[in-house]
């Protein structure tokens, strides 16, 4: 390896460069003295090699370091590359077939006892590994997790630019704008009183760089959300955005198809193209949820018909009313669970939304568990089991609510049924969810707001519903989800000055708040502003699937704990009195 203290990696070396002289540098893993030799398992960002100390091959001063040196001390050694003796190859190692017999050392630091082993299967909590960050990325599972994000990305910027988008860097001091989440404000030095903000994302920008005519923008943006965090969520984190102009919903959606099979393709993950679209309420109806992972089934069924004359109020009442539900799934072997341990799925149920869980357990030997099948007449029961599939064994969960209400509980509970029942799901499942809802309301604030956000393209034949039924529109939008995740999302854009005072003004902005918060994007939009469209991938969560990981924190190199902090460095930390006032602040 050119400009390095070593010739080679640790994971470099195979059978073919047995009888080469190598120089090698890493810390040391594990060292083994068997009385006489001494073995070292030594370790670096690519692999690990083993090294053998032999005092008839080294001389005495090179034993004797050998002798000394311990774990995580970061040395160099130089030596001959040898095959290893018969019956003790290490098929777990890449290197496994050879080692290096040591000629030279050279100690470049010790090192402090680590406070947890730099091992991958070493349950470590995860506080400790986040403040001893720098010793954690050693461990090989989360370098191999950094080298699969640098890889992908690569991927990503080869096929962004073999398909002509240009690569634009846009400003992350900029102004405060509403797009779903709390800004983090930045107060200026130079104008006392006056706040940048952090981007949540370049959405703005990237339509003005469609109204200069760039055509084709990407860009990896990092973007910043003041938010409660989760499992796949950073107060910063990383998109691939992605704008085009001049262009149609199906020329974006096969300009990304087209980039992502090829980036994907790179890391060893096949797309199959044209990737399925399921229509919005398709997708909530059948699985309960907008990012569906259809690798298996347990999907919801409308029985609402079912139980229109049925002697339980709350299910006859609920079919016989306008806009309300009886809606159900089967958690085939559940119904095998005892008593208890159903019953407590109400509780889970509570947490999607449901005021309670009505249930019927199937038992295998022909029994029925519930609270309330003695309110079902046998036609009601025969029809039930035909449309649910039921077999001995299962358990129908029913939700009585709204249609997006009934969908949203039951895809919770068939999310968490499927990892209670540790159903396998094999592969990787890519989709597109498309034409969204343009609007929902928001119950906390009785008024209208976006699904997406409020620059989406409404459908154009529905535009005349804008002042008689806004929550009947549906959008050019588009989300790619995989794995049950939404991976990323995008749609078409207003390129159009007057529907976009009108869609703000919908939204409850008063044209005084529209110009003071958007007035550079509505000025921008009267100069001949072309048609648009574009995506925001979410590198850290498609990284977290690719690499396995159960949370995105396992991909990032130095993530936050869920209440915003930096257990490394103890961020966020006080400042001076000084530092406020040279910001024009004080704290009360």
């Known amino acids: ?173 900029f102004k405060s704008t509403p797009e779903g989440a709390r800004d983090f404000l930045v107060p200026s030095r130079m104008q006392p009183g006056h706040f940048y903000a952090l981007p949540q994302s370049p959405q703005l920008l990237k339509e003005l760089l469609m109204v200069g005519g760039v055509e084709r923008y990407y860009q990896v943006a990092k973007c910043f959300r003041d938010e409660d ?91 016989n009313t306008e806009g309300r539900y009886v809606k159900a799934i089967n958690a085939k072997g559940a119904g095998k669970w005892p008593r208890a341990r159903i019953d407590r799925l109400a509780d889970v149920a509570t947490e999607f ?43 129908v969960m029913f939700a009585v609510e709204s249609r997006l209400h009934a969908d949203e509980i039951l895809g919770g509970m068939r999310s968490h049924m499927a990892n209670e029942l540790e159903v396998p799901r094999e592969g990787h499942d ?27 393209q409404p459908n154009e034949d529905q535009i005349d519903l804008l002042d008689t039924d806004p929550l009947a529109m549906g959008s050019h939008t588009y989300d790619f989800v995989m794995d049950g995740y939404e991976a990323g999302g995008g749609g078409m854009r207003i390129h159009n000055a007057k529907l976009q005072e009108k869609i703000l003004e919908k939204l409850g902005f008063t044209p005084e708040r529209a110009q003071a918060q958007f007035g550079f994007l509505m000025n921008a939009l009267e100069f001949g502003a072309p048609p648009m469209g574009g995506f925001a991938l979410g590198l850290d969560r498609v990284c977290m699937l690719l690499a396995g990981a159960d949370n995105i924190r396992e991909v990032m190199a130095f993530p936050k704990t869920a209440s915003g902090s930096d257990l490394m460095s103890a961020a966020p930390s006080e400042v001076t009195g000084a530092q406020l006032k040279e910001v024009s602040l004080r704290l009360l």
């Open 229 to 319: 965090l989760r499992k796949d969520r950073q107060p910063e984190f990383t998109q691939v955005d992605v704008e085009m102009s001049f262009v149609t919903q199906d020329d974006v959606m096969g300009a990304l198809e087209h980039v992502l099979a090829e980036a994907f393709g790179k890391m060893g993950v096949k797309l199959e193209l044209p990737l399925r679209r399921i229509q919005y309420w398709d997708a909530m109806d059948t699985y309960g949820t907008d990012k569906p992972d259809t690798r298996y089934g347990m999907e919801l069924h409308d029985v609402t018909p079912i139980f229109s004359a049925s002697k339980f109020k709350l299910f006859a009442t609920a079919a």
């Open 430 to 456: 890519f989709l597109w969810v498309v034409n969204f809802p343009l609007f929902h309301w928001d119950e906390d604030r009785k008024c209208l707001d976006s699904e997406h956000q409020p620059f989406t």
């Open 1 to 173: 390896m050119s400009y390095s203290m070593h010739t080679h990696t640790c994971g470099e070396l195979r059978e073919s460069n047995i009888g080469e002289e190598v120089t090698l540098t890493g810390w040391v893993w594990h060292r083994r003295d068997h009385g006489g030799l001494i073995f070292v398992d030594l370790r670096d960002r690519a692999g690990v090699t083993q090294l053998e100390f032999d005092p008839e091959v080294c001389d005495e001063a090179t034993f004797h370091e050998a002798e000394t040196i311990r774990s995580e001390w970061p040395i160099m050694v130089s030596g001959t590359v040898r095959e290893r003796p018969e019956g003790q190859n290490n098929d777990k190692l890449a290197t496994g077939a050879i080692e290096v017999y040591v000629t030279k050392i050279v100690v470049l630091n010790r090192s402090k006892t680590p406070p947890f082993q730099i091992e991958d299967h070493v349950d470590t909590a995860e506080d400790v590994r986040l403040r001893y960050r720098y010793l954690d990325l050693r461990r090989p599972k989360m370098m191999s997790n950094l080298k699969l994000r640098s890889d992908f990305t690569f991927a990503l910027r080869e096929a962004f630019h073999g398909s002509d988008f240009m690569e634009v860097e846009t400003p992350s001091l």
């Open 353 to 395: 939304g449901a005021k309670g869980l009505a249930y019927i357990a199937f038992r295998e030997d022909g029994s029925v568990t519930s609270p309330i099948v003695k309110f079902f007449s046998d036609e009601e029961m025969a029809a039930l089991r035909a449309e649910m599939n039921v077999e001995p064994g299962d358990l």
